[in-house]
């Protein structure tokens, strides 16, 4: 089975510096999808961004980036230039791509990121 | 853009009611989930629908039934409701697009407490 951990259930940082917010997981999956979403307060949970597990090159969405080490099984997520509207509860979550499979997500406990300015 | 909609944001309900939690989407969306989303814990799949009248067990089902008679809508039932199934409840959608699942698009959620 699979299972996402997030080790860092809170963390702070000023607006408009670096945060770096962890994720490992394990599995025994080659093929996978990898996401980060975020939860601001009282709103709908969308998505930040995606990584395919066959793609060694890191994806980026503006001042959003991850670090992904397959080996390491490791995910994390960098946010630049922070903004108060980034404050949320971050998940990061893991989805199969094996065949028969929904598109079912095993979510890690969430990091709740406060942006102070 | 993608609406998924819960069809409360708050509900209050009492120890053995049946309690009724509906969802629709609006893009003709294949997939659709129910989670609940309790502090420490993340979110955790209660079922999941890939197709109308199908459904399959997530990690949590105990508790839970579900029902989707039509593909824009999975209405998630607690039976007999219970005070350790007060929680957030997220609802989601997502579809496949040339064979490659594509991410879920989350409800608002519906915050359930259970008296």
């Known amino acids: 089975a699979q299972t996402v951990t997030q080790s860092q259930p809170e963390m702070s940082v000023q607006e408009a510096e670096t945060v770096t917010l962890s994720c490992t997981y394990d599995t025994s999956e080659n093929n996978y999808y990898l996401f980060w979403y975020k939860q601001p307060p009282s709103r709908q949970m969308i998505l930040v961004i995606r990584?395919?597990?066959?793609?060694?090159q890191n994806a980026t969405e503006n001042r959003f980036s991850v670090n992904f080490q397959k080996a390491a099984k490791s995910f994390s997520l960098k946010i630049s230039d922070s903004q108060l509207g980034d404050t949320a509860m971050y998940f990061c979550a893991f989805m199969k791509l094996t065949r028969g499979n929904t598109g079912k997500l095993i979510f890690g406990q969430g990091t709740t990121l406060q942006v102070k300015p | 853009d993608v609406k998924v909609t819960q069809s409360s944001r708050y509900l209050v309900k009492r120890t053995g009611e049946k309690v009724f939690l509906e969802c629709v989407q609006d893009m003709d969306h294949e997939n659709m989930f129910w989670y609940r989303q309790d502090p420490g814990l993340g979110l955790r799949l209660i079922y999941f629908?890939?197709?109308?009248?199908?459904?399959e067990k997530g990690d949590i089902p105990e508790g839970y039934s579900v029902s989707r008679e039509k593909k824009e809508r999975f209405s998630l039932i607690l039976e007999s409701a219970s005070t350790n199934q007060t929680s957030m409840y997220l609802c989601?959608?997502?579809?496949?697009?040339?064979?490659?699942?594509?991410?879920?698009?989350f409800g608002d959620g519906t915050r359930l407490s259970i008296l």
């Open positions: 629908s890939y197709d109308v009248k199908m459904k």
């Open positions: 990584q395919e597990a066959y793609k060694q």
């Open positions: 989601a959608s997502s579809f496949e697009y040339r064979s490659k699942r594509q991410p879920q698009h």
